[in-house]
């Protein structure tokens, strides 16, 4: 796991294990709000760890942005005073995809054996929830893209996003939607930010927000229009194969290569639903 900070409050985890996920923590002398936990037991019990040593604040709230386990299957280390809050569609799918998605991943890891579903309590749903905690105002906000319940937590007094996977070095909408996608990296623009942490990969900075979010939208337009065209004129699946990110507008390097497959994925999920017609698996991450 590694470890940075973004601002003098605010703490980044970085898992080693699978795909750079991250997670976050603001930290106050009244508490901490963490943000979503890290895919592996042993890591999210190392961030817990190194946040009570800090001697700040309790942990008070724990938010989970979206209900995917690479983000999620850390809840059950918190203890029962700490306050688990998402959106209402994340509760939601929790309840209904949580156990299912949970028991096929313990199938091919078995380090995730002990995990134990644990879905939030509390829950918001029209506009926005501003958590307090100290001196620190925590804005959650409805993104849907990568998923339905996708959820941003802005820190307003850092001006810093914890996007999730609202923002990624390739945005990933198999599981969500893609024009929904859009309208959530419009809605991202607004926000006044000195950095983002994304959900998967390295912070962003100040300087690199506007060409990676205009990126992102630029990507999501042309990936389109280049699987309609292979569609329209017949080329076949093969065709797909030499679409390649970097066609995109978007890098292959990121997450160790990994934005490939997410991208593969994408192409495919396009492919199905302007033919009807796909059969690929896409990972959940
Ligand atoms: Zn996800």
């Given at each position: 796991m590694r470890r940075e900070r973004v601002s003098d409050d605010i703490y980044v985890f970085t898992s080693d294990l699978y795909a750079q996920v991250t997670a976050s923590a603001v930290v106050t002398r009244e508490g901490i709000v963490v943000v979503d936990t890290l895919p592996f037991p042993n890591e999210t019990a190392e961030m817990i760890e190194y946040l009570t040593a800090l001697g700040a604040g309790p942990i008070k709230y724990l938010v989970n942005t979206h209900w995917h386990g690479d983000h999620?299957?850390?809840?059950?280390?918190?203890?029962?005073r700490v306050e688990l809050v998402c959106h209402k569609k994340c509760q939601e799918n929790m309840r209904e995809f949580g156990q299912a998605a949970l028991d096929e991943a313990r199938e091919s890891t078995p380090i995730l054996e002990e995990v134990e579903l644990r879905i939030p309590a509390l829950v918001f749903e029209e506009g926005e929830l501003v958590i307090h905690v100290g001196n620190k105002s925590i804005e959650l906000a409805l993104t849907p893209g990568?998923?339905?319940d996708s959820t941003v937590a802005y820190v307003r007094e850092d001006k810093v996003l914890l996007a999730a996977d609202t923002v990624m070095p390739v945005p990933y909408f198999v599981w969500g939607d893609r024009h929904q996608f859009r309208q959530s990296l419009e809605f991202v623009k607004q926000y006044n930010l000195e950095s983002i942490v994304q959900g998967h990969g390295e912070v962003l900075l100040r300087g690199e927000i506007p060409g990676a979010i205009d990126s992102s939208i630029k990507y999501l337009t042309v990936l389109e229009q280049k699987v309609a065209k292979i569609v329209q004129q017949g080329q076949g699946k093969n065709a797909l194969d030499r679409l390649t990110i970097d066609s995109c507008g978007k890098s292959r390097i990121p997450l160790n290569g990994l934005v490939q497959d997410l991208h593969r994925a994408n192409v495919y999920a396009l492919y199905e639903e302007f033919t009807h017609n796909g059969e690929e698996t896409a990972p959940q991450i």
């Open positions: 999620t299957n850390g809840n059950y280390l918190f203890d029962d990568h998923t339905l």
